[in-house]
């Protein structure tokens, strides 16, 4: 993917983020925050029969943090919890400088250089860990019954 779509994906997202806008009923929220800059967002999934059906997420955060927010939200809509770990532990590898599968990443690829900016790894990698929190409560709530929380 060369620097041009690059930088056109992340303006396209951060621009025209994919559902924003936070609904609570029904869904699992969990804050994302960089303490060192603007970025805080809450992003919440939706959760039914251990298949996330939606997502959304609102707050304020920088171009990169939003629109790899907007990029990751969209690809994980439809996916089973292990899907989305596999999706997510390529997407911190590729971040992270270690390997990983192109071929799951599509769009994300769009951050497939943000290594040369160490400083905005941290906003890369927002969406993911707070992801990755929601998945682990989806196991603790597939065992209480519950499908999501408000």
Request: net charge negative; hydrophobic share 35%; aromatic share 6%.
């Amino acid at each position: 993917m060369d620097k041009e779509l690059k930088r056109e994906i992340i303006l396209d997202n951060y621009q025209h983020p994919f559902h924003k806008g936070l609904k609570k009923e029904g869904y699992i929220v969990e804050n994302a925050n960089n303490e060192s800059c603007i970025d805080n967002l809450d992003i919440s999934l939706k959760i039914e029969d251990g298949k996330i059906v939606d997502t959304t997420f609102d707050g304020e955060a920088c171009a990169i943090s939003t629109s790899a927010t907007s990029i990751l939200l969209r690809k994980l809509i439809g996916k089973e919890k292990k899907e989305a770990q596999i999706l997510l532990e390529n997407y911190e590898n590729m971040i992270e400088e270690r390997p990983y599968d192109e071929s799951l990443l599509e769009e994300l690829l769009a951050y497939q250089d943000i290594y040369l900016q160490p400083n905005r790894k941290n906003c890369a990698l927002l969406p993911s860990k707070a992801i990755k929190n929601i998945l682990k409560q989806m196991k603790d709530e597939e065992k209480d019954g519950i499908k999501g929380t408000e």
